[in-house]
């Protein structure tokens, strides 16, 4: 063990912290972390937990779900700068103007979102439940924000009208069809599993369109030995770790979230030493936001 790690770990204990990570963080910040999970697990995880801190390793979106779940927590991101480029495509002006625009229409918003955002919405969604909240909410018309590529998989359930805002992932819009296609020729036996944050024409290729969190399981219950992933590359960590006997593979070229890798260890170090950077939602942005994921809690 690394003199780093044993010293992450002895203050983890000190100060009653707990680490969570995301499935795209690095090997390492995955090993050391006590739960790792996509986002509907950290959202719930961070409203189950026992301890003064939550070090969160992955982006502001998810460290503010879990301070809004748990006010009462000191809740860290471990880099200041570690933002989810798709959370910033819409804010709650832009927001407030589509709701003018479709008064009728109930808002259902992608959890990677900033809080003001989540404050004017009805029901958060992350990509393990959007379909579901979609095809239950009490409304025929919804406003989707800020995923297209997600909002536009969901109606394919539904006969809702879905309304769109333009927003995306630059990492999963970058796997392009004809790579993922030349992937499965390379690999004819493996299923291709594909996230919903991909475009529609990767996803007509998929054999299941999956949450990380469900590609993860997926791969443990499906007997084929090896696969084709279309999402960022960190999961196949986990993937490998938990399956030894198959074999992982990314569809097309490895893709990275530059901001999910910022977070390396010497980071949880001083943010564990400093207590930095500590998430602080404003009390009235966070009640309402509160009720929007609570809502989605529900949905389960
Ligand atoms: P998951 O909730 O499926 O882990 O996805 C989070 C994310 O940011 C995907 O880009
Ligand atoms: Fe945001 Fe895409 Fe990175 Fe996920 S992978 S955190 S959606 S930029």
Same mark, same amino acid.
């Given at each position: 063990m690394s003199d780093v790690v044993k010293e992450i770990k002895s203050l983890k204990k000190k100060k009653n912290a707990i680490i969570v990570a995301h499935n795209y963080q690095y090997p390492e910040i995955q090993d050391i972390a006590d739960f790792v999970g996509d986002s509907l697990e950290l959202a719930k995880k961070a409203s189950e937990l026992k301890n003064d801190i939550i070090v969160f390793c992955g982006v502001i979106f998810m460290a503010e779900t879990a301070k809004i779940l748990a006010p009462d927590k000191k809740v860290l991101l471990p880099v200041k700068t570690a933002g989810c480029p798709m959370a910033d495509m819409i804010n709650a002006e832009q927001l407030a103007e589509l709701k003018k625009q479709h008064p009728k229409?109930?808002?259902?918003?992608?959890?990677?979102?900033?809080?003001?955002? &989540?404050? $004017?919405?009805?029901? *958060?969604?992350?990509?393990?439940?959007?379909?579901? #909240?979609?095809?239950?909410?009490?409304?025929?018309?919804?406003?989707?924000?800020?995923? &297209?590529? $997600?909002?536009?998989? *969901?109606?394919?359930?539904?006969?809702?009208?879905? #309304?769109?805002?333009?927003?995306?992932?630059?990492v999963h819009n970058r796997i392009s069809p004809s790579e993922v296609r030349e992937?499965?020729?390379?690999?004819?036996d493996a299923p291709l599993l594909v996230h919903p944050e991909c475009t529609s024409q990767?996803?007509?290729?998929?054999?299941?369109?999956?949450?990380?969190?469900?590609?993860?399981?997926?791969?443990?219950?499906?007997n084929a030995n090896r696969f084709i992933v279309a999402t960022e590359e960190g999961i196949i960590h986990r993937m490998k770790k938990e399956n030894p006997n198959k074999q992982?593979?990314?569809a097309g070229t490895a893709k990275f979230c530059v901001n999910m890798k910022k977070t390396k260890l010497s980071n949880v170090l001083e943010?564990?030493?400093?207590?930095?950077?500590?998430?602080?939602?404003?009390?009235e942005i966070a009640k309402k936001a509160k009720a929007s994921l609570d809502k989605m809690l529900e949905y389960l």
């Amino acid at each position: 063990m690394s003199d780093v790690v044993k010293e992450i770990k002895s203050l983890k204990k000190k100060k009653n912290a707990i680490i969570v990570a995301h499935n795209y963080q690095y090997p390492e910040i995955q090993d050391i972390a006590d739960f790792v999970g996509d986002s509907l697990e950290l959202a719930k995880k961070a409203s189950e937990l026992k301890n003064d801190i939550i070090v969160f390793c992955g982006v502001i979106f998810m460290a503010e779900t879990a301070k809004i779940l748990a006010p009462d927590k000191k809740v860290l991101l471990p880099v200041k700068t570690a933002g989810c480029p798709m959370a910033d495509m819409i804010n709650a002006e832009q927001l407030a103007e589509l709701k003018k625009q479709h008064p009728k229409a109930k808002v259902v918003t992608y959890v990677n979102s900033n809080a003001e955002v &989540k404050a $004017l919405t009805d029901v *958060c969604c992350t990509s393990a439940n959007a379909v579901k #909240i979609v095809q239950n909410i009490d409304a025929d018309e919804i406003i989707f924000v800020p995923d &297209k590529n $997600l909002g536009a998989y *969901c109606q394919r359930f539904t006969e809702k009208k879905i #309304i769109l805002w333009d927003g995306h992932c630059y990492v999963h819009n970058r796997i392009s069809p004809s790579e993922v296609r030349e992937a499965k020729t390379q690999l004819p036996d493996a299923p291709l599993l594909v996230h919903p944050e991909c475009t529609s024409q990767v996803i007509d290729l998929a054999d299941a369109v999956l949450s990380t969190a469900g590609m993860l399981k997926y791969v443990k219950e499906h007997n084929a030995n090896r696969f084709i992933v279309a999402t960022e590359e960190g999961i196949i960590h986990r993937m490998k770790k938990e399956n030894p006997n198959k074999q992982f593979y990314s569809a097309g070229t490895a893709k990275f979230c530059v901001n999910m890798k910022k977070t390396k260890l010497s980071n949880v170090l001083e943010s564990l030493e400093n207590e930095q950077f500590e998430i602080v939602v404003d009390k009235e942005i966070a009640k309402k936001a509160k009720a929007s994921l609570d809502k989605m809690l529900e949905y389960l």
